[in-house]
C-alpha cells in the first residue's frame, strides 16, 4: 500500500487532494477547523457513528442469540443421550427414547443425491452462458436460472406433490427398476414420495445458487488463459476444459459446497415429497425423513421437555453444519473472485 | 471464442482430428442439454401455477375466510392480509436495522471489525430457515406463551438483516468519494453526509436490496410454522397466531381434499404474483423518484 502511494514520476498525479484527510481537518485536537459549526457536527458524528455501531452489533448478536439459545435449550437432550445422539435409531416421543440418525441419513442422502443432479446441469448451464451462447442470449438465460430461485419453496413442494410424485412413480420408478432394479438402490414399490423425489427437487432448488457462483468464477478466468489455449489449436471444448474449468476449480468447488449448505437446510419442498418415515432404507424409492423436516413436522406438537429439547439439539446440529458449510464455501469463492474485479467487458 | 472452430480450418494450422472434433460438437450439445434440462421444471412449474391456479382464483377467494372441510368455497383473504402483516412487521424491524448495519460496513468499517461483521452476515445467511423459526420460538413464543404474528415478524426479520446488510454496503460504496468530500469541503458533518447525500445517492440501489431481501422472505413457510403458526379467522393482532400465505399453501397442499387442493394452487398464484408486483412497483416508483444508478 504505502508503495502504491508513492508518485510515480512517469504519470501526472492525481491524487492530491485524496491526500488531505478530511477526518484530521475535523478532529479537535490537531487544529481548530473552520470547516465545521461549532460542536454540534462532532456530537452529531459521535451519536451517528455510535447507532449505526448498534445496528452492526445486532447482526453480531443475533448470530450470539442463535448459538446460545439452541445450546441452552438443547441441554436437556444432551444430557439424557450425550453422543448417543447422533447414533440411535429410536425414535419415541411417547418412551422419549430419542436418536437423530435416520433424520442425519435422510439429510446426507437426500442432500448428496441433489449434488449429484445438480452439479453436472449447473456447471453445463454455467459454461454454456459464459462461453458458448451468443451474447443477446446471455441476460435472458442468467435471468430466467436465477428466477428458479426466486420460487418459494413451498410452491416447489407444491409442484412436486402434484407433477413430480406421480411422473416418477408412473415413469420413472418403473423404467430405474427394470433397468437398475439390481443394484438395490432402485427397488421396492413405486409410490413417487421417497427419497429420490426429495433429491430431485432439491436438485432442481440448488442449480440456481451453484449456476451463478460458477458463472461467476468463470468471469474471473482471464481472457488470456483462453486465447492461449485457442492460440495453440484447442477446439472450444479443449479450450473450456484446459484454459477455463482447470482455473476455476476451486471457486466451482465453493459455489458446489454453497449448494450443498442450502439442501441441507431445506425444509418445505422436502417434507411435502420425502414421506416422513424415520426409517434408513438403502433404496431411494422408500420414504425418509430429514433433520429439517422432523423440526417442521413435530415441533409445534413437541410435548414434554426432553422431546422439545431433542428436536432443538437436531435444529442445534442442523446450524453447525450449514455453518461450517457455508463458511468454507465462502472462504474458497474468496479466494478465487478475491482482488479481481468480474469482467465487466465480457 | 465461436470462431475457434473456423480459424482451426484454416490452412494455416493443420487439420484437427475428427475425434477432437466430435468431442467439442458432442460437449456443445452437453451443455445446451443442461441448459433445457434446468429450464423445463421453470416452465412446467409455471405453466402449472397459470394452468390449475387461474381457474381456481375467484372472488370468493380473494375475500373470505376458509371454509371448514367438507364445504365448498371460502378463500384465503385473511391469510393475504395475514402475510402482508407479519412482512409489514419483519419489515419495521429488519430494515431499519439492515440497513444501519450496512452503513456501519461501508462508512466506518473498513477495518477487521468490519470484517468480522461481514463474515457473520455472510454466516447469517446461510443458516436454515428452519432454524431461524427455532430460535424466535424461543425468544419470542415461551416469553409470550402463545403464538403470535410478532413471532414470525422476528423470525423473518432476522432472515432479512443480513441480506439488507450486504447489498446497502455493497451500494453505498458505489457512490463516489469526490461526493462525500464535496459535502465535507462545504462544512457538513459526517453523519449527515452520509444520510443526506450518500444514502440519497444510493436509495435506489438500497431499496433493490431491501426489496430482494423482502421478496426472499415473502415467500418462507418454515420460519412461520411455530411463530405465526397460522390461523382460521382474521387477526391483526401482533400478539395472536395469524395466518399466512405460505402457510395455507402447505397446510391444504398436504390435506387429502380436492377443493383444498385447488385453493392452494390458487394460493400459490397469488403468492408469486403478489411477490413479483410488490418487488416491481417499488422498482418502479424508486426509478421514477430519483436518479441514482441501480
Known amino acids: ?346 | 471464442m465461436p470462431e475457434s472452430n473456423n480459424a482451426a480450418t484454416l490452412h494455416t494450422v493443420p487439420p484437427i482430428a475428427l475425434r477432437r472434433r466430435i468431442t467439442d460438437h458432442v460437449m456443445t450439445g452437453a451443455a445446451v442439454l443442461t441448459v433445457i434440462l434446468v429450464l423445463a421444471p421453470l416452465f412446467a412449474i409455471f405453466a402449472y401455477l397459470v394452468y390449475r391456479g387461474v381457474g381456481s382464483i375467484n372472488w370468493a377467494f380473494l375475500t373470505q375466510t376458509p371454509k371448514p372441510v367438507g364445504e365448498a368455497g371460502g378463500g384465503m383473504a385473511n391469510a393475504i392480509v395475514g402475510s402482508g402483516f407479519i412482512l409489514a412487521l419483519a419489515s419495521i424491524l429488519g430494515v431499519p436495522v439492515g440497513v444501519g448495519a450496512g452503513i456501519y460496513l461501508a462508512e466506518y468499517g473498513r477495518n477487521r471489525f468490519g470484517d468480522v461483521i461481514r463474515f457473520t452476515a455472510d454466516v447469517l445467511n446461510g443458516v436454515p430457515s428452519i432454524v431461524i423459526g427455532i430460535v424466535a420460538y424461543s425468544i419470542v413464543v415461551l416469553y409470550q406463551r402463545h403464538f403470535s404474528a410478532l413471532a414470525g415478524g422476528v423470525a423473518l426479520a432476522i432472515m432479512m438483516i443480513p441480506t439488507i446488510t450486504r447489498t446497502t454496503e455493497e451500494m453505498l460504496l458505489l457512490v463516489p468519494q469526490a461526493l462525500r468530500e464535496a459535502a465535507y469541503g462545504l462544512g457538513i458533518p459526517r453523519w449527515r453526509t452520509t444520510l443526506s447525500i450518500t444514502l440519497r445517492t444510493a436509495t435506489s440501489g438500497v431499496i433493490t436490496g431491501i426489496m430482494l431481501a423482502f421478496a426472499r422472505v415473502a415467500g418462507e413457510t418454515a420460519p412461520l410454522l411455530f411463530t405465526a403458526f397460522g390461523n382460521q379467522f382474521w387477526n391483526l393482532k401482533v400478539n395472536e397466531p395469524t395466518a399466512a400465505l405460505p402457510l395455507q399453501i402447505f397446510s391444504y397442499a398436504i390435506s387429502p381434499y380436492d377443493e383444498w387442493h385447488r385453493q392452494a394452487w390458487a394460493g400459490a398464484l397469488v403468492l408469486i404474483v403478489l411477490i413479483v408486483t410488490a418487488v416491481a412497483a417499488v422498482r418502479f416508483a424508486v426509478r421514477r423518484g430519483t436518479f441514482g444508478a441501480a
Open chain 1, 1 to 346: 500500500m504505502a508503495f502504491s502511494a508513492l508518485p510515480r514520476p512517469d504519470m501526472p498525479s492525481p491524487q492530491p487532494i485524496d491526500a488531505v484527510k478530511v477526518s484530521d481537518l475535523r478532529s479537535p485536537g490537531k487544529q481548530p477547523s473552520l470547516l465545521v459549526r461549532g460542536t454540534s457536527g462532532e456530537t452529531g458524528d459521535r451519536v451517528f457513528k455510535f447507532g449505526m455501531l448498534l445496528c452492526g452489533l445486532a447482526v453480531l448478536a443475533t448470530l450470539g442469540l442463535i448459538v446460545y439459545e439452541l445450546v441452552l435449550r438443547s441441554g436437556p437432550s444432551w444430557h439424557a443421550f450425550g453422543f448417543k445422539f447422533f447414533g440411535g435409531h429410536d425414535w419415541d416421543p411417547v418412551n422419549e427414547q430419542f436418536g437423530a440418525l435416520p433424520f442425519v441419513y435422510g439429510t446426507l442422502v437426500s442432500s448428496f443425491l441433489a449434488l449429484l443432479i445438480a452439479v453436472p446441469l449447473s456447471i453445463g448451464v454455467a459454461v454454456f452462458t459464459t462461453e458458448m451462447c451468443p451474447k443477446a442470449l446471455r441476460a435472458p438465460l442468467s435471468f430466467f436460472v436465477e428466477l428458479l430461485a426466486a420460487i418459494p419453496s413451498v410452491v416447489y413442494g407444491l409442484w412436486a406433490i402434484f407433477v413430480l410424485v406421480p411422473l416418477l412413480s408412473n415413469y420413472v420408478q418403473p423404467f430405474l427398476s427394470r433397468t437398475l432394479g439390481w443394484t438395490g438402490f432402485f427397488e421396492g414399490p413405486p409410490y413417487g414420495i421417497s427419497m429420490l423425489a426429495a433429491g430431485i427437487i432439491l436438485a432442481i432448488m440448488i442449480v440456481p445458487i451453484i449456476s451463478s457462483i460458477t458463472r461467476e468464477v468463470l468471469m474471473v478466468v482471464p481472457q488470456h488463459q483462453r486465447e492461449a489455449a485457442l492460440a495453440l489449436g484447442a477446439t472450444r471444448w479443449e479450450m473450456i476444459r484446459v484454459g477455463v474449468l482447470r482455473n476455476a476449480r476451486a471457486g466451482i468447488m465453493g459455489g458446489v459446497i454453497l449448494g450443498l449448505g442450502r439442501a441441507l437446510g431445506e425444509t418445505m419442498a422436502v417434507t411435502m415429497v420425502i414421506g416422513n418415515r424415520p426409517e434408513i432404507a438403502k433404496s431411494l424409492f422408500a420414504p425418509g425423513y430429514t433433520m429439517a423436516s422432523v423440526l417442521a413436522n413435530e415441533f409445534s406438537e413437541a410435548t414434554g421437555d426432553v422431546y422439545l429439547s431433542a428436536l432443538i439439539e437436531i435444529g442445534l446440529a442442523l446450524f453447525l453444519v450449514t455453518i461450517v458449510v457455508n463458511a468454507l464455501a465462502r472462504l474458497l469463492v474468496w479466494t478465487v473472485t478475491r482482488g479481481q474485479p468480474s469482467r465487466a467487458n465480457a
